[in-house]
């Protein structure tokens, strides 16, 4: 599977266990889907469309009625990679087997040629059900992958085949269906994450706004590809990553010393972190009183980059511009100065971008072709980003 096949439909069967999907969208964005949850009007009787908004980040309709102009039951197909309905009912089951299109989630199962999960969860009886089996039978027959329900208590004291599988049995069997491939396997990848801070007294720094949410985005996605990964993380709040070695810094100076230490040994070197230009002339030992609080005098930094590629062998650089002007111009002059194989170019007028869940920009690659992202997950991106240094990488 290419890592740039992202997009997936959550769709939502009306059954008790909907409000188990939530967790299931969470845990596929962790691994860097991006989810657009699909409800049938009855699964609003469980969870509400604002829950699937706010933890989505999508706008939800249910029925082709809904949004006309924007041609859902088309666009939503178009764009999707995959499909995964959980909980899917009994009647869900036998309109999707029947090709009934009479709600937007059947119609966009019908309009999409994405593969497809089905996640049964019903009472036992109504699994066991010839005509349920046979509906099961039809779709497998078509390429659907559907799990087997768990077994064990559902409402009340019935127990049996039937319950909602746990949210990892789901991930696990999803990625195995899907293919995603180790195609950063026996790789080192080094990336660089949050903002560095420079002491200007014991309690008062320069900083930025940068969360290090796409640092840690791409460390994990490298993770995940089979990649042996350490983070360079400066003033961020996570403090382990399962499997993925954290190296803490906080300012500058410190962060050069540990990507000094790692980066000949890196196949990959992804700069994410935002890095501060400058650093105060005097670090005070104690608190500057406000009243003597008139000047701070400064010194530049070092360019990190600039330090790295005089040391650059066979390695892939990725680097980050956040610029408010003159976006690929701006990018370009900064990929040729500091000798990149691509770089990552956003708009960061008014603070956009810095701290949230997704992203907008343009990808710049060395020969000068340039790719235009719309919004989309950081996740989304880790992963493009992974994909263009590993063919240059070759």
């Known amino acids: 599977m290419s890592a740039t096949n992202r997009e997936v439909i959550l769709g939502i069967g009306g059954g008790i266990a909907a409000y188990k999907s939530a967790d299931l969208l969470r845990r596929l964005q962790d691994f860097g889907f991006d989810v657009t949850v699909v409800p049938t009007p009855a699964s609003l009787n469980f969870v509400g469309a604002a829950t699937w908004e706010a933890l989505s980040g999508h706008p939800v309709t249910t029925q082709v009625w809904e949004n006309v102009h924007e041609v859902r039951h088309i666009k939503l197909g178009k764009n999707a990679d995959y499909f995964i309905i959980a909980p899917a009912t009994a009647d869900l089951i036998a309109r999707l087997a029947i090709g009934r299109a009479d709600d937007l989630l059947t119609n966009l199962v019908l309009a999409s040629e994405a593969r497809k999960m089905v996640v049964p969860a019903m009472h036992p009886s109504m699994w066991r059900n010839a005509a349920t089996q046979a509906n099961v039978a039809t779709l497998r027959a078509r390429g659907f992958l559907v799990m087997e329900p768990d077994t064990g208590r559902l409402t009340g004291e019935d127990f049996g085949p039937g319950r909602f599988p746990e949210t990892q049995k789901i991930i696990e069997n999803f990625l195995g269906f899907i293919g995603i491939e180790q195609d950063l396997a026996g790789k080192q990848v080094l990336v660089t994450a949050g903002g560095t801070r420079e002491a200007i007294d014991p309690v008062r720094f320069i900083g930025n706004k940068s969360s290090g949410k796409q640092g840690i985005a791409i460390a994990k996605a490298a993770k995940r590809r089979g990649a042996h990964v350490k983070v360079v993380v400066a003033n961020v709040l996570v403090q382990e990553i399962p499997g993925i070695e954290l190296i803490h810094v906080e300012s500058a100076d410190q962060m050069l010393e540990a990507l000094l230490a790692n980066f000949d040994s890196c196949d990959i070197l992804v700069m994410a972190a935002a890095v501060a230009d400058a650093k105060p002339t005097i670090q005070a030992n104690e608190k500057i009183k406000k009243n003597s609080f008139t000047q701070i005098d400064l010194v530049p930094n070092p360019d990190l980059l600039a330090v790295l590629k005089d040391k650059k062998g066979g390695q892939i650089m990725v680097g980050f511009a956040a610029e408010t002007s003159d976006l690929i111009a701006s990018a370009e002059k900064k990929m040729d100065a500091k000798g990149l194989d691509l770089i990552y170019v956003n708009d960061v007028s008014g603070g956009a971008i810095f701290g949230e ?38």
């Open 357 to 394: 869940d997704q992203t907008e920009g343009m990808i710049i690659l060395k020969n000068g072709e340039v790719v235009a992202n719309g919004k989309i997950s950081k996740d989304t991106l880790a992963n493009s980003l992974l994909d263009y240094a590993l063919k240059q990488l070759g």
